[in-house]
């Protein structure tokens, strides 16, 4: 028993590794016990079993092992961390579990795999199960694939990948164990369950009575779509929503999530491809040109028989395909035509898209074919074409197609079109874009007038589809002439289509089912999808919602689709709403007179052709004026364009009538239904008035509006024929600068460029120079956007001409068009009659390069000449090149059609003479100029030969083969090159030549796209084989690209690859991978611009990861925190640079001493910039290693030479460590003579320190740690800043000696670290030594830590980033580390905190463990236990660092602009801790003597005064912002850069220059507007409001006197105002930040505003008054409802005091009240209601009701009366117990008034027993029973106990004790801790301090609680005499304490909404107000003064006195702050 009682005593943990069984057992209980207890899935606990959980499962005791499953199971069920363990635990299952005979143990063990699966990890747990398969012993393989059954059975087949399960089944299939045959029947029934049909290929060859069985099986499954059954943890909520549908009764997601299921796997994928070119007959090439059709026959049957493997290898077929084709189209024998059409089929069939790129080669044949008659003939040659057109796109044959469509033979005419009916059927709205349907359209019409019926009925068909796939919007304009029978047989057709993607599985008569392999068709539609941006199936793959969202996903044969042919037009519909063009009829006159009557006024139809202009104006505003108010759809536009142009029309002769009636034309086309055929009545007369001075920008407008309604495109070539067509030079000039405005408000889409080329010709030729210079800005607009193929059309111009176009394109190099910002809402992308529909943003320019005009070539390209380029003769060879050339030369733009060309071409590509090659490349670029866009469909034939170039072994033929590469990738984007296998094929291919420039090409192509195909993943392998490369260039190259093809598939995919490498590579590539990871660039986005992550600043350059910190960063954290171990940033340096560096002169002569006399460093102008921009770039090496490599010491050499002394730089990079030493002593000598030079090359001196760190010799170290300190000393006198660049190649490496072991060095590196804080804010230094605390080293971590509490001691809590709370929570973890030093400085760390910064300190640190936690105690309690030392240390060093800090401030000029937050925030984090604002005290003197002399406007070093507490002093020299709240307890970073834009911004509000105003009001309403940045503006809420109301008086009293000003900028700068606060006030968080002086000042100007009369006379003035009326309202609402009611009280008080004041004034704020009154019922619970009657009380001693009953109006006594009412009633008797703020409640009418309310509210009885509470909660009736005081003592102690209401309880308690002095509140007090007994001891004692310094005060009638210790003025004496005797000072915690309770006591409460104090009572004891904003500064001084006197308090029961030497006498203090007060008079009216 000895043993059990040894392992009982342990914890859980080690109980579940105890060698004894029971104890495993036990703890394996209790883990299980714990595992169900704990709730939080994120909790710690779960990590310490991180490492057990595979013990659980693999214990060899099987009974023990049941309950360690147990256990597992609700492990991975709940922790968070679970997923972490899944391979090992799911590993030790199948190894350990499933062979174990409890049936028990295995079902537990399936559980917990499933468990994963639903945690996400499924991927793993397959991986697992399938290696289980291999596994020797048939029990674990057939529990293996029982769990793989159950899981696919549970998840679905999308969660439970199928590939890798189909692929081993026929091996299980053949197991000699019966058990594993009958699983495998299941899995294989179960996974039929899911993809059906698509299982039968892979299962073929499996034993036939296995089969037999099989189909059995299947045939008895339900037809239903199966469902999960299961769902991840991520999908649970789609999970209740499923339920809630079937519930419902309706399976409303049946259909889609069959579309969703179906195509997950495709038959096509399970199966391996074969290989069939090797198996050709070896004859077959001239069996197939033989004479005898037999042998013909013999041929083509062979090719039959390999084409029917269903998945052929990918390969060069284009032999085989031009073999077959010929056969296709010459041999008379039509049953080998068929039997090579059938070929062909198969081949595309097995192909899939690689078959693509011989689609355009055989199309045409086979379509020409179709004039066989023979029924199998064309059948073959109907499945050969549809099979082929599943292969590519449309828009890749649509050329060839409609050029067959023009054939005379009527068969051709009918098939084709037949064919056209098929093709569109596979379409969807999005794959059949405007652009590819226009041609199609106009070819059918053709046929459907036809004299052959069979030929009209497909082009029917035809178009019928074609309506039922992108609906009848998008093709009625096409058929606009079709008569209506025509019309109505399309119909008629249209709803017989069924498409492939809709319900049924189309019209089967024509499209025949052709089926070699069953679910072959899946794919189909994926591949067909392939270039045309549908983004539905860029692969067969997990199609996810594709189906259901829009019907672009695959076809599916015969499978029902909920979605069909409706989801197609459903989408296409809403576009085509957009596009739709208005059509309507031209009316005449007079019915036009007859719509406009009905909607205009009578006298404005009269008025219209007046001969008095007037008249006509008049008629003109109410025009507009109706026009205005009507609705748009009763809107007649024509009618009342008509109306307009009715004489005198555009003949107009008044210019005011003019502009009008130009204004109403553009407002009818923005509000009505505006159509073409009203544009064409107006079109004229505004082109006529275009040129004219005064209308011509009205007329612009309405030309803008008209195209806005009627298209860009048709409008402007409208407008461009009508002025061309006239002469006036004026008007041409302006609608060609319209036209240029209009392209880049519109874009570019669908504009006809052929169309205005011809009318820009004819304006270059104008006589008038305007109208040249319009036409050129016109082309530079149209350069934009077509780009530099424009320049074509103009080569033939003047040289002069030519020149001037080439300059405005210049300037235009390298802009990008501008987003459209119009057009956009009413039309679509490409809406328009020619535009391309939708295409993606990258392409933007294509569209516009497919308007050029293009010619066709192919006739050119005749067999005589490709038989010359294929001649064996060189000569011969090339002459056929030259005429190639110079066809495509002379074409300049070509149609993609170029017949045999490319195989030619291609050929020559490898031809044994390079200059041939060379040749050909060049051909090549000039074919892809010249082809454009269209050349994507060569890319595959012959731009992958191109790649093969790049393995040239010459160096010239490599460039041009990648400059080829490049032409075609900038016409065709990269999508077509890396999609299918052909790249990764190239890349396999192992030439280290093709490698390096491949690799490197695809580096640079990968950062710049958005996505990639998914076949990047197949180039992965080979990739990681060119990491391996013995060629180190492919090793670079390899490495370079590796973070950009982690970009686009992601660390995971990328990892997972490497699991087919060998062990010992797999280690090496996963470990570059995870450096790659680290400088793996962001995804460009949308805009193309480069992020800047937080990895590294903004990469602008196109290819370099993101990875050099962000210079201009301005949160510390962000930048400062580079990783010393983190990877290099892969750059690429430069060769020559390298070579340059190596190049050190060995020879010594005389000349280099001499030279020894200049300068050592040379000043380089921007030199450091440039390096900066050059590492900021990656052209060269981040600074970041772990050891310094010799790429590293190059590179620094090489970026040396330039500014260091070259022998200085010998004896730097010098082999022998003396002769560094020497180097270093040179450089010391040199320090003070070459500050600049040293500053210069600063960054470089302190990367050369970094490589000394790593020498390992001693006197180095210590001469190079002598020099920095030299350097850091320098540099802090010269003011100067560390960079962020230099930092972080700096710091980290300084930290990594910190953990020296020699004491020497460490103090060294801590002096060094100290001096840094001065050259480099303390905030981002915090980061860099945070991240020391993770080194290896324990001494670096204790060193780091120690210098962290230095930084919090020195700096305050604002050092710690990113937040004090995480950075407190990594050091906390420290105080668990096994090093005891560690330990130690971790604890002194924190306990430094917790004395700047209170208890606080454990909510920042979170949870701790017991021991931890206990041992933080200990070590603050001891702490607080020797004060004497502490201070002490800090008297010695605060004033270094604190003085050094205040005097580097002055860097701010000289320091780079980025760095001011950091030092107003150590400046301001100082002003936080009173020890430093009193250890700084004497310093604010000379501050103040700069301040006073200056006279001018204040100077920017104004952030100094931050630190004494004293900032607002000045600010209202500016503007004040009221800092009315104590310093929060978290000190956030609030501070940083915003706050001070901010504050800036803010000052300018209040500025006299109106514009000025107006642009800040505008920059904050820019920030109010936007939720995300409205949270900047916290904080700033009163000091903003201050400067608005301060701008308001301005206006009232300056500007609207001002007689010069132009009211007009008076009203816009009131509606800014206005504007702003409306919109400030619609966010109610910051709306109840607004305090209530500066409430009640906004209220004051607001209403004076609208009592001004000068504004009304004003036309807008109307305007203006409403917004305020609105924005009042705003204000009462949302404002917080304390602060308003109350300045609204103190305002009427005012009001009615003044003598000015007008009644309507009082009135007006007595309405407000009146409003607040009615909002009472809902704001009461918000409202400190002891406030607000402190104010009634005060209002009512000010108005005794005697005197308010003398006022003119009844409405100040009946609005008081009804809020008092509506109070009674709301609160009942429990108002009398707010009264709590109100001295003596005996003489205040207010109690006596409220109880005579109460009185008459309730009845005799009642309001008895409300006698006794009357008089406060503190009166208690002698006779009350002991059990009641006791009741009534536990309320106080539960209020002083509650936040809110403790001020409240505290006051009771000092009443009642001085009531019952014999009270005993001791049992109340005992069970509370310490800290409790001395808050409420210390309350009391403040309460009766008060009281009694109260009662020897003249106290003023009305003095606010507020006032009690801040306005002490006579009693200085008296508080000096309660002072500490002995000279002893307080230590400042206790006044910290004592500050707190006072500002909660006087309803202050810590937050920001207390009321200022209310300082003004000194002046005016007799009128009691709020403190107004100005009154702010007193009450700043009077906080001064209260600490100060504070200060000379003691509280002499406190023993944590502190001696210090800066005690001051009271008087002398007092003196002090009088003469500071005379000063700041002084300073306000100097400044006045």
Partial sequence: ??????????????????????????????????????????????????????????????????????????????????????????????????????????????????????????????????????????????????????????????????????????KLFESREKAV????????????????????????????????????????????????????????????????QQSAGGDAEGGGDDGDEVPQIDAYELLEAVEILSKLPKDFYDKIEAKKWQERKEALEAVEVLVKNPKLEAGDYADLVKALKKVVGKDTNVMLVALAAKCLTGLAVGLRKKFGQYAGHVVPTILEKFKEKKPQVVQALQEAIDAIFLTTTLQNISEDVLAVMDNKN???????????????????????????????????????????????DAAFEALGTALKVVGEKAVNPFLADVDKLKLDKIKECSEKVELVHGKKAGLAADKKDFKPVPGRAAASGAA??????????????????????????????????????TGGTGTKSKKAVETKEIVEPELSIEVCEEKASAVLPATCIQLLDSSNWKERLACMEEFQKAVELMDRTEMPCQALVRMLAKKPGWKETNFQVMQMKLHIVALIAQKGNFSKTSAQIVLDGLVDKVGDVKCGNNAKEAMTAIAEACVLPWTAEQVMSMAFSQKNPKNQSETLNWLSNAIKEFGFSGLNVKAFISNVKTALAATNPAVRTSAITLLGVMYLYVGPSLRMFFEDEKPALLSQIDAEFEKMQGQNPPAPTRGISKHSTGGTDEGEDGEEPDDGGSDAVDLLPRTEISDKITSELVSKISDKNWKIRKEGLDEVAAIINEAKFIQPNIGELPTALKGRLNDSNKILVQQTLTILQQLAVAMGPNIKQHVKNLGIPVITVLGDSKNNVRSAALATVNAWAEQTGMKEWLEGEDLSEELKKENPFLRQELLGWLAEKLPTLRS???????????????????????????????????????????????????????????????????????????????????????????????SAPAEDSVSGTVDSKPDPKKAKALGVSSKTKTAQGKKVPSKTSLKEDEDKSGPIFIVVPNGKEQRMKDEKGLKVLKWNFTTPRDEYIEQLKTQMSSCVAKWLQDEMFHSDFQHHNKALAVMVDHLESEKDGVIGCLDLILKWVTLRFFDTNTSVLMKTLEYLKLLFTLLSDEEYHLTENEASSFIPYLILKVGEPKDVIRKDVRAILNRMCLVYPASKMFPFIMEGTKSKNSKQRAECLEELGCLVESYGMNVCQPTPGKALKEIAIHIGDRDNAVRNAALNTIVTVYNVHGDQVFKLIGTLSEKDMSMLEERIKRSAKRPSAAPVKQVEEKPQRTQSTSSSTNMLRKGPAEDMPSRLNQARSMSGHPEAAQMVRR???????????????????????????????????????????????????????????????????????????????????????????????????????????????????????????????????????????????????????????????????????????????????????RSVNLLVVKVLEKSDQTNILSALLVLLQDSLLATASSPKFSELVMKCLWRMVRLLPDTINSINLDRILLDIHIFMKVFPKEKLKQCKSEFPIRTLKTLLHTLCKLKGPKILDHLTMIDNKNESELEAHLCRMMKHSMDQTGSKSDKETEKGASRIDEKSSKAKVNDFLAEIFKKIGSKENTKEGLAELYEYKKKYSDADIEPFLKNSSQFFQSYVERGLRVIEMEREGKGRLPTSAG??????????????????????????????????????????????????????????????????????????????????????????????????????????TSSSSTANIDDLKKRLERIKSSRK
């Fill in 410 to 456: 009527p068969t051709i005419k009918q098939q084709t079109s037949l064919f056209i009916a098929r093709s569109f059927r596979h379409c969807t709205a999005s794959t059949l874009p405007k652009s590819l349907l226009k041609p199609f359209c106009a070819a059918l019409l053709k046929h459907i007038n036809d004299s052959a019926p069979e030929v009209r």
């Fill in 1903 to 2008: 003095i606010s609680p507020q006032m009690e210790v801040t306005c002490v003025p006579t009693a200085t004496s008296t508080v000096s005499s309660l002072g500490n005797t002995n000279g002893e000072e307080v230590g400042p915690s206790v006044y910290l304490e004592r500050l707190k309770i006072l500002r909660q006591r006087c309803g202050l409460d810590n937050t920001k909404d207390d009321r200022p104090p209310l300082t003004s009572l000194l002046s005016k004891p007799a009128v009691p107000t709020v403190a107004s904003s100005t009154d702010m500064l007193h009450s700043k001084l009077s906080q001064l003064r209260e600490s100060r006197e504070q200060h000379q308090h003691s509280d002499l029961d406190s023993n944590q006195t502190h001696s210090s030497g800066t005690t001051t």
């Fill in 528 to 565: 067909g999808d392939k270039d045309t941006k549908d983004t539905s199936a860029p692969k067969p793959g997990p199609l996810k919602k594709a189906p259901a969202a829009k019907p672009g996903g695959p076809p599916k044969k015969g499978k029902p689709a909920a979605q069909g042919g």
């Fill in 1012 to 1106: 990639t195909p998914t076949d990047l993943i197949l180039c992965v392998p080979h990739l990681y084989s060119c990491l391996e490369d013995r060629n180190g260039d492919v090793r670079k190259k390899a490495q370079d690209a590796l973070p950009f093809f982690m970009m686009h598939l992601g660390y995971e995919k990328m990892a997972k690859a490497t699991g087919k490498l060998k062990p010992t590579s797999k280690d090496q590539v996963l470990a570059m991978l995870e450096k790659a990871k680290a400088n793996m660039p962001a995804k460009p986005t949308a805009s193309a611009k480069a992020t800047s992550k937080p990895v590294g600043g903004s990469a602008p350059a196109k290819f370099q990861p993101a």
């Fill in 181 to 244: 045959r009958d699983e495998a029947k299941l899995i294989a029934v179960e996974i039929y369950r899911w993809i059906r049909d698509a299982l039968r290929p892979p299962l073929q060859n499996i034993n036939p009575v296995q089969l037999k069985e099989l189909e059995e099986e299947w045939v008895k499954l339900p037809t239903g779509a199966p469902k999960p059954a299961r769902f991840l943890r991520s999908q649970q909520e789609l999970e209740a929503k499923l339920e809630q």
């Fill in 1483 to 1665: 310093e604010f003197q000379l501050d103040l003597d700069e301040i006073e002399n200056d006279n001018g406007t204040v100077r920017c070093e104004m952030p100094e005064l931050v630190q004494h507490k004293l900032d607002d002093i000045f600010e209202p020299v500016l503007i004040p912002e009221p800092k009315i709240r104590a310093v929060s307890p978290h000190f956030d970073d609030m501070h940083s850069n915003t706050a001070s834009t901010i504050n800036f911004i803010i000052s300018q509000v209040a500025s006299g220059d109106i514009n000025t105003s107006i642009q800040a009001l505008t920059q904050i309403d820019e920030v109010l507007r936007q939720e995300d940045k409205a949270e900047a503006m916290s904080g700033h809420i009163d000091q903003f409001l201050i400067a608005t109301f301060m701008q308001l008086r301005l206006i009232y009293n300056t500007h609207m006197a001002d007689e010069k000003l132009e009211k007009d900028e008076v009203i816009k700068l009131y509606s800014c105002v206005i504007g702003n606060l409306i919109s400030l006030f619609q966010i109610e968080s910051l709306a109840r930040e607004a305090s209530t002086g500066v409430l009640k000042d906004l209220m004051h100007g607001l209403i004076t505003l609208m009592l001004d009369s000068r504004i009304e006379d004003l036309e807008e003035g109307q305007q203006v008054v």
């Fill in 1 to 170: 028993m000895g043993d059990d009682s040894e392992w009982m005593k342990l914890p859980v943990d080690q109980k579940c590794e105890h060698k004894l069984w029971k104890a495993r057992l036990s703890g394996y209980e209790e883990a299980l016990k714990i595992f169900q207890k704990i709730k939080d899935e994120k909790s710690p606990e779960w990590s310490k079993f991180l490492g057990l959980i595979k013990k659980f499962v693999t214990d060899s005791n099987a009974v023990v092992q049941l309950k360690g499953l147990e256990a597992a199971l609700v492990y991975v069920e709940n922790a968070h961390v679970a997923g972490k363990t899944t391979g090992e635990v799911v590993s030790g299952v199948v190894s350990k579990v499933f062979n174990q005979p409890k049936a028990k143990a295995k079902e537990l063990g399936i559980e917990i795999c499933l468990m994963y699966i639903e945690i996400e990890k499924g991927e793993a747990v397959q991986e697992e199960l399938l290696k289980g398969l291999d596994n020797k012993n048939p029990k674990i393989v057939v529990a293996c694939i029982e769990t793989l059954r159950k899981a696919l059975s549970e998840f679905g087949s999308k969660i439970v990948l199928l590939k890798p399960i189909i692929k081993v089944l026929p």
